[in-house]
């Protein structure tokens, strides 16, 4: 007998009161088949043919397999994958509850990544740098829903729904192009993911205001804008009191993680809790995706970041380009080809929204052109979090389809002009054009043994140690090995170069690591003059392989 499978599934659902889902199961199973191969292998194409991201092919797959092409197509004995309802939302609340899950695990891993002290150190820098961006590219959105007739005046939300998707930044898609360049720590590359994550924010917060707008608006009733005013500034005054009160409890939240005794659990429960408060956030009139956002960011202090992180990473995989998917099936290639002309107008105005509200902010910032064009480009894709709020907007009503499509093309166009363009711009010097402190001061332990054997077999013994004290050592690389060790507030990296073990820390925890890397090196002599007493190895490896026979 099967009680969860075969027959008696329906009998058992009917009897509940259910029906029979056995159909719509069946049907549900194949579109989420048909999505999970589409998006990875779209995603995964336009990664090694084309040296794009793969959002790019996640997005176009999604497209193709959609309701309005070869989703609506007829299947013999199913009919069509993804019937278009004949009014409505265009996929069923259930692909859409999936895609929503996947962008809150998106935004709660980005907060997880999300370097506080880099933040908090550039806050000066990157808050400029953001909120110019976000005012140049604000206007940017209003002007382009004016000029081609898309609202009938600068607060119709349709105008404001494309301010705010101009308004987004990816944090992703700049950090693998800086990481790839070695720029990720640079001033340059710190000042775009800080400036990246404050736009973000705002833009979250402007979309609730956005969908408040629309829903005060509906019925042709005057929308009430002092009430408006002070859902807005309650709006800020939440997120920010969530922000501090995050980053004062997010220790104390990881050591009750730890406390339950498994990194696993403790991956879940995280997650738990981002949805938790990704609940409570949407009940005060803001987006769920900050909630998520915002565990993340408090959690990233952790000593276990990338352990919570490393569970979920799975989930994510699968996930996230599903989310990417199905924002594509919402688009119709019809309305989108017929606003191909204000879609491309509206590109480029957002990308010089970018360029010139981010960079001119770092200019004055003490950058230099190259720097500052560093900077505005780095800030001008909009990637995922633009895709979420597309999503939000057309769910809610406050976008239509010309509008949405707009929306979802310019975000895919700036996730394939700009990444190129900054990989080319960080090839040159310094962005700088007097000196900013970029770090903390640090401290190297350098050493130099006599092989490369020795040194591989060295590092291990120095990571067991620190993890003997409770310390985390995560690998960040695999060639060439380079880990990070954390605990509390102390974050080292050890690296292995051939025959050189380099350990780097805070000055301020130097005569800690020096005392680690002390204590495994006289270990270490005692383990030499141990093997130092055989006095015939090979005699005794001769006797192993006489045992074999």
Same mark, same amino acid.
């Given at each position: 007998?099967?009680?969860?499978?075969?027959?008696?599934?329906?009998?058992?659902?009917?009897?509940?009161?259910?029906?029979?889902?056995?159909?719509?199961?069946?049907?549900?199973?194949?579109?989420?088949?048909?999505?999970?191969?589409?998006?990875?292998?779209?995603?995964?194409?336009?990664?090694?043919?084309?040296?794009?991201?793969?959002? +790019?092919?996640? !997005?176009?797959?999604? =497209?193709?397999?959609?309701?309005?092409?070869? #989703? &609506?197509?007829? /299947? %013999?004995? @199913?009919?069509?994958?993804?019937?278009?309802?004949?009014?409505?939302?265009?996929?069923?609340?259930?692909?859409?509850?999936?895609?929503?899950?996947?962008?809150?695990?998106?935004?709660?891993?980005?907060?997880?990544?999300?370097?506080?002290?880099?933040?908090?150190?550039?806050?000066?820098?990157?808050?400029?740098?953001?909120?110019?961006?976000?005012?140049?590219?604000?206007?940017?959105?209003?002007?382009?829903?004016?000029?081609?007739?898309?609202?009938?005046?600068?607060?119709?939300?349709?105008?404001?729904?494309?301010?705010?998707?101009?308004?987004?930044?990816?944090?992703?898609?700049?950090?693998?192009?800086?990481?790839?360049?070695?720029?990720?720590?640079?001033?340059?590359?710190?000042?775009?993911?800080?400036?990246?994550?404050?736009?973000?924010?705002?833009? +979250?917060?402007? !979309?609730?205001?956005? =969908?408040?707008?629309?829903?005060?608006?509906? #019925? &042709?009733?005057? /929308? %009430?804008? @002092?009430?408006?005013?002070?859902?807005?500034?309650?709006?800020?005054?939440?997120?920010?009191?969530?922000?501090?009160?995050?980053?004062?409890?997010?220790?104390?939240?990881?050591?009750?993680?730890?406390?339950?005794?498994?990194?696993?659990?403790?991956?879940?429960?995280?997650?738990?809790?981002?949805?938790?408060?990704?609940?409570?956030?949407?009940?005060?009139?803001?987006?769920?995706?900050?909630?998520?956002?915002?565990?993340?960011?408090?959690?990233?202090?952790?000593?276990?970041?990338?352990?919570?992180?490393?569970?979920?990473?799975?989930?994510?995989?699968?996930?996230?380009?599903?989310?990417?998917?199905?924002?594509?099936?919402?688009?119709?290639?019809?309305?989108?080809?017929?606003?191909?002309?204000?879609?491309?107008?509206?590109?480029?105005?957002?990308?010089?929204?970018?360029?010139?509200?981010?960079?001119?902010?770092?200019?004055?910032?003490?950058?230099?052109?190259?720097?500052?064009?560093?900077?505005?480009?780095?800030?001008?894709?909009?990637?995922?979090?633009?895709?979420?709020?597309?999503?939000?907007?057309?769910?809610?009503?406050?976008?239509?389809?010309?509008?949405?499509?707009?929306?979802?093309?310019?975000?895919?166009?700036?996730?394939?002009?700009?990444?190129?363009?900054?990989?080319?711009?960080?090839?040159?010097?310094?962005?700088?054009?007097?000196?900013?402190?970029?770090?903390?001061?640090?401290?190297?332990?350098?050493?130099?043994?006599?092989?490369?054997?020795?040194?591989?077999?060295?590092?291990?013994?120095?990571?067991?140690?620190?993890?003997?004290?409770?310390?985390?050592?995560?690998?960040?690389?695999?060639?060439?090995?380079?880990?990070?060790?954390?605990?509390?507030?102390?974050?080292?990296?050890?690296?292995?170069?051939?025959?050189?073990?380099?350990?780097?820390?805070?000055?301020?925890?130097?005569?800690?690591?020096?005392?680690?890397?002390?204590?495994?090196?006289?270990?270490?002599?005692?383990?030499?003059?141990?093997?130092?007493?055989?006095?015939?190895?090979?005699?005794?490896?001769?006797?192993?392989?006489?045992?074999?026979?």
């Amino acid at each position: 007998m099967n009680p969860i499978g075969g027959e008696a599934m329906p009998l058992v659902l009917a009897a509940a009161g259910g029906g029979d889902l056995g159909p719509a199961m069946q049907r549900f199973v194949l579109q989420m088949a048909v999505i999970l191969l589409a998006a990875r292998l779209g995603g995964r194409l336009t990664e090694r043919w084309l040296r794009l991201p793969a959002v +790019v092919g996640e !997005l176009v797959a999604g =497209i193709l397999i959609g309701p309005y092409l070869l #989703g &609506g197509w007829s /299947v %013999p004995g @199913l009919g069509p994958l993804f019937p278009l309802p004949a009014e409505g939302f265009p996929i069923t609340p259930e692909l859409y509850a999936i895609a929503t899950l996947a962008s809150l695990l998106l935004l709660f891993l980005a907060g997880l990544e999300t370097d506080i002290d880099l933040f908090l150190r550039f806050s000066g820098a990157g808050s400029l740098v953001g909120l110019g961006g976000l005012v140049l590219s604000m206007a940017a959105g209003i002007g382009t829903a004016l000029v081609f007739g898309l609202a009938d005046h600068a607060l119709d939300p349709a105008a404001l729904f494309l301010g705010v998707v101009c308004c987004a930044a990816s944090v992703g898609i700049p950090a693998r192009v800086l990481a790839e360049r070695r720029r990720t720590d640079s001033p340059e590359g710190v000042t775009i993911l800080t400036g990246a994550v404050i736009s973000d924010v705002f833009g +979250v917060v402007l !979309l609730a205001v956005v =969908i408040a707008v629309a829903r005060a608006g509906e #019925g &042709g009733e005057p /929308v %009430p804008w @002092l009430r408006l005013g002070g859902m807005a500034l309650r709006a800020v005054v939440i997120w920010v009191a969530c922000t501090v009160i995050g980053v004062v409890s997010g220790r104390r939240i990881g050591r009750a993680l730890k406390a339950l005794g498994s990194l696993d659990v403790a991956a879940s429960v995280a997650l738990g809790l981002a949805l938790l408060l990704a609940g409570a956030i949407e009940s005060v009139g803001l987006a769920m995706i900050l909630g998520a956002y915002l565990l993340g960011f408090s959690l990233s202090r952790t000593d276990m970041v990338h352990e919570i992180r490393r569970p979920l990473r799975g989930a994510a995989q699968v996930l996230v380009p599903v989310f990417f998917c199905v924002m594509g099936m919402l688009i119709d290639p019809a309305v989108l080809w017929g606003v191909v002309g204000a879609g491309l107008v509206f590109t480029a105005v957002s990308l010089a929204a970018k360029v010139v509200g981010c960079g001119l902010p770092a200019w004055f910032r003490g950058f230099n052109l190259r720097g500052a064009l560093r900077i505005g480009m780095g800030m001008s894709p909009r990637g995922e979090v633009a895709l979420i709020a597309a999503g939000i907007g057309l769910s809610s009503g406050v976008a239509g389809p010309e509008v949405f499509g707009m929306a979802v093309g310019m975000a895919l166009l700036t996730v394939v002009i700009a990444p190129p363009v900054l990989a080319r711009l960080l090839d040159g010097g310094s962005g700088l054009r007097r000196g900013v402190a970029a770090h903390e001061p640090t401290a190297e332990i350098a050493l130099d043994l006599p092989s490369a054997d020795l040194a591989e077999f060295l590092l291990g013994r120095v990571q067991r140690i620190f993890r003997d004290e409770e310390f985390f050592v995560h690998a960040l690389s695999d060639t060439p090995p380079v880990f990070q060790i954390r605990k509390d507030d102390m974050v080292f990296t050890l690296e292995l170069s051939e025959a050189r073990i380099r350990l780097t820390c805070p000055k301020r925890f130097e005569h800690i690591a020096r005392m680690m890397v002390l204590e495994e090196l006289l270990s270490l002599k005692d383990l030499a003059e141990a093997a130092a007493q055989l006095r015939d190895p090979a005699a005794l490896g001769g006797r192993l392989v006489d045992r074999l026979f």
